[in-house]
Structure formats: structure tokens, C-alpha cells
T-cell receptor
Framework: GAVVSQHPSWVICKSGTSVKIECRSL??????MFWYRQFPKQSLMLMAT?????????EQGVEKDKFLINHASLTLSTLTVTSAHPEDSSFYIC????????????FGSGTRLTVV | AQSVTQPDIHITVSEGASLELRCNYS??????LFWYVQSPGQGLQLLLK??????LVQGIKGFEAEFKRSQSSFNLRKPSVHWSDAAEYFCAVGRNSGNTPLVFGKGTRLSVIA
């Protein structure tokens, strides 16, 4: 079945530094990638949608200059948290879709970011 | 507006007992419905999905769900719960293409007791 590999699984960084999270679709072409943020014991909050080769579309309230999303190929999307602060600490999950009828959304295993 | 309601925040069932998790949706078009399961610190795993056809959908791990258009519901069921089923369950609804994001419910946490 479709697999999305997300790395790293967890990361600790110092306040003010940047962190990059990668999502790769291993056996299908991900025409669209979605990035979510999840707070403890809460549902997924959509941050942005990105289509391969296009600029990402950010949800209202999400700072596009802080959360940089790149979807340069059909198998790779990255989320970079720039100048991270403790309030950016969260669980980040990507989801990839190949689109079309009978499509499915495949989720990565998530990245636990802790900013100290 | 699109929305998904999971009325039960937390459910506790005994191992071996039956389970039903409720999901109601509000959607302006033909809904494409999903159930996902999430273990602590993990991503989401697809249990089953409904696009069209038979309204009773079979999924993995012995789960099934029934789409009832008249009730705008897509409840998840399992006849006999195992301790390993303890997790968070999310219902989601989407459009008939993969380039729009899913709308998620707030989730139901399932606890299983001996």
C-alpha cells in the first residue's frame, strides 16, 4: 500500500533556530501534500496545502514566513519551522494524496518538535 | 460549511464487548468518508473509507462502518474489541478529488478495560 515516510520522528531544538521536517511518498506520486499540526489530546489542525511545483496555500492564522513549505517534487515535501520558539512545540503530521477517483490520503508518522 | 461531529470524546468498553463510535457530518456535496486510528505519538492509519456503492464498508482490524445518508452518519463498529484497539479514532470527510484537505472530527478516545 501507499507509504509516506516522515522524518525526523522527533526533534529538540533551541529557540531561534530552524528545523526542517521531510515527508516522502515512497511508492506513489503525491500531487498534493497537506501539513497538519496537532496539540495534545486534540484533533488535527490544517496548516497548509501544497501542490507539486506550486506555492503552498496557508490556512488563516498560519504564518507563511514562519512555516515554510516546499513541494518541489512529486515525492517530497518539506516543512521548515523558522526561528522556532517554545510555542511552536507540537506534533506535526503530513498527508499525501495522489488525487483522482478512488484516491486516498496517506499520513506520515508525525514529528514531535520540542523547542527549548 | 463542512463539518464532522464525533459526539463522544471518550468511550470505555470491556475487552470482548462490541463497539460503536458515532460520526455525523455536514457536507454540501457527495461526501467521501473516512475513519482513521491514531496511537499515541503516531500518525494516522486508515481503517476504512466510503466513496460509493455498498453502504456497509469493511475495513482493517475487523472494523466496519455504515453510511446512512438520511441520518448524515458514518458510524464505526466492531463486534468484539481487543485491548490493542485502545487509541484515538478520527472520522473525516472529503470531496471527490484528492487535492482538497479532509475535514476531521475532534476524535473519540477509546479505552479498553479487562
Amino acid at each position: 500500500g501507499a507509504v509516506v515516510s516522515q522524518h525526523p520522528s522527533w526533534v529538540i531544538c533551541k529557540s531561534g533556530t530552524s528545523v526542517k521536517i521531510e515527508c516522502r511518498s515512497l511508492d506513489f506520486q503525491a500531487t498534493t501534500m497537506f501539513w497538519y499540526r496537532q496539540f495534545p489530546k486534540q484533533s488535527l489542525m490544517l496548516m497548509a496545502t501544497s501542490n507539486e511545483g506550486s506555492k503552498a496555500t496557508y490556512e488563516q492564522g498560519v504564518e507563511k514566513d514562519k512555516f515554510l513549505i516546499n513541494h518541489a517534487s512529486l515525492t517530497l515535501s518539506t516543512l521548515t519551522v523558522t526561528s522556532a520558539h517554545p510555542e511552536d512545540s507540537s506534533f506535526y503530521i503530513c498527508s499525501a494524496s495522489s488525487g483522482g477517483q478512488g484516491y486516498g490520503y496517506t499520513f506520515g508518522s508525525g514529528t514531535r518538535l520540542t523547542v527549548v | 460549511a463542512q463539518s464532522v461531529t464525533q459526539p463522544d470524546i471518550h468511550i470505555t468498553v470491556s475487552e470482548g464487548a462490541s463497539l460503536e463510535l458515532r460520526c455525523n457530518y455536514s457536507y454540501g456535496a457527495t461526501p467521501y468518508l473516512f475513519w482513521y486510528v491514531q496511537s499515541p505519538g503516531q500518525g494516522l492509519q486508515l481503517l476504512l473509507k466510503y466513496f460509493s456503492g455498498d453502504t456497509l464498508v469493511q475495513g482493517i482490524k475487523g472494523f466496519e462502518a455504515e453510511f446512512k445518508r438520511s441520518q448524515s452518519s458514518f458510524n464505526l463498529r466492531k463486534p468484539s474489541v481487543h485491548w490493542s484497539d485502545a487509541a484515538e479514532y478520527f472520522c473525516a470527510v472529503g470531496r471527490n478529488s484528492g487535492n482538497t484537505p479532509l475535514v476531521f472530527g475532534k476524535g473519540t478516545r477509546l479505552s479498553v478495560i479487562a
